[in-house]
């Protein structure tokens, strides 16, 4: 029989969880009326709706209008640029290189199509924004009577780094700048009260937290007044147009309740387990270089293998031993743009290992086992060929 495979790509997306499959279930085919309409199917679940929006809103600290539902963080990060830009006049971002393509990409577009004026932030060596290079350019930039979008990441997703998202915010409102930040590495991940973190934007995502997949929120301040990407309907108070996916959008508000109910033991848990392969990788493969510093998620693990002849397919050969990590971000294709600009690409072959409370030390022994196999395999091929050919 095949052996279980080992999961480590919960960066990509994670298990659904079975609790909130079963709150979701219902509203497939018995409570199926569209949350629009005005007669008792209808009202049943746009009361669950609601509820849900309650639910989210509550536990980041935040009012329920100020979420708006969406397809996933790429939607929400798409909107929160989108909107910013034309609607609240800002005419400069501020970004970083190591933003996920969902940012990334939409900025380049709004630069390219609409000459948008950006600026990448400096970064050091671990992939950290040089605060001091933030404050130069907003200083710059509001001299010159530019009103700035700063647009960055919570977490990185494929090296885990983290941002102070205080610091940055009080840099923001220091030069009237609005500042969005894509979360969805850390929504879901750490106990967040977005009041007190002072993004006027944040993007999230359910299937990064154990919910479905296909759906998620923009957190938007309250003192914004903006405008949809998506027009239609007056769906989401006219925020975003389209029937509501009210069973993915109950799934969500379970998963994260489920998240803050377990966060400390899961927390605990999950960095040890982070802990304990980084520990047996140091003493089995001296000369990799890890990428996830002392200020990044816990639940990442970024590793660097020395660019040879048993590591050039690591990925690959790992897949086959039933064990799934990514290269770096799963959706990215080619080479990773983050890695590329943390000068990891050339001489190395990079592994991201992600970790939930599935995983086991057990697991990650293997893992060791496996790599082992895999990158240290000379002397052992040259002993089976001596003991066959005798
Ligand atoms: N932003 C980050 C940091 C991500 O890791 C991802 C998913 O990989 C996204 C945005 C896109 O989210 P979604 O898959 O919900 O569109």
Redesign the pocket.
């Known amino acids: 029989m095949k052996d279980k495979i080992i999961y480590l790509d919960n960066?990509?997306t994670t298990q659904m969880d079975e609790q909130v499959l079963n709150k979701m279930l219902p509203f497939f085919a018995v409570h199926y009326g569209n949350p629009s309409s005005i007669h008792s199917y209808g009202r049943e679940t746009r009361i669950a709706v609601e509820g849900a929006r309650k639910k989210i809103s509550s536990l980041l600290g935040v009012k329920p209008n100020n979420i708006i539902f969406t397809?996933?963080?790429?939607?929400s990060?798409n909107t929160a640029i989108h909107s910013v830009l034309r609607d609240l006049g800002c005419d400069h971002v501020i970004t970083s290189k190591l933003e996920?393509h969902?940012?990334l990409h939409t900025v380049e577009y709004y630069a390219k199509e609409f000459g948008v004026d950006v600026s990448h932030v400096k970064l050091n060596e671990e992939g950290a924004i040089d605060q001091d290079d933030l404050l130069a350019i907003l200083e710059r930039k509001s001299s010159e009577g530019r009103k700035c979008l700063v647009t960055i990441?919570h977490?990185?997703?494929e090296t885990g780094q983290l941002i102070e998202t205080k610091e940055v915010s009080d840099l923001c409102k220091r030069f009237g700048a609005i500042f969005h930040s894509?979360c969805?590495?850390t929504i879901g991940h750490y106990p967040l009260n977005l009041s007190v973190d002072g993004v006027h934007l944040a993007?999230a995502?359910a299937?990064?937290f154990h919910g479905p997949?296909g759906i998620?929120f923009l957190y938007v301040h309250e003192d914004l007044q903006i405008s949809p990407l998506i027009h239609g309907c007056k769906h989401e108070r006219g925020l975003r147009a389209g029937t509501e996916n009210v069973a993915c959008i109950i799934g969500m508000a379970e998963a994260l309740d489920l998240f803050y109910q377990r966060f400390s033991k899961d927390h605990l848990y999950i960095s040890e387990l982070k802990q304990y392969l980084a520990s047996l990788l140091r003493k089995h493969f001296p000369d990799i270089q890890i990428n996830s510093g002392r200020f990044s998620l816990y639940s990442v693990l970024s590793v660097s293998f020395p660019k040879n002849e048993k590591t050039e397919m690591l990925l690959l050969q790992l897949d086959q031993k039933g064990i799934c990590v990514s290269g770096g971000?799963?959706?990215g294709g080619g080479a990773s743009h983050v890695m590329e600009e943390l000068g990891k690409t050339k001489d190395y072959v990079t592994i991201r290992f992600s970790f939930s409370r599935h995983n086991t030390k057990e697991e990650l022994d293997k893992v060791i086992q496996a790599l082992t196999e895999i990158v240290q395999p000379l002397e052992a091929k040259q002993i089976t060929i001596v003991e066959s050919t005798e």
């Open positions: 960066s990509a397809s996933g963080g790429t939607e990060n996920h969902a940012v990441m977490a990185n997703n894509d969805v590495q993007s995502s299937h990064k997949k998620g971000s799963a959706s």
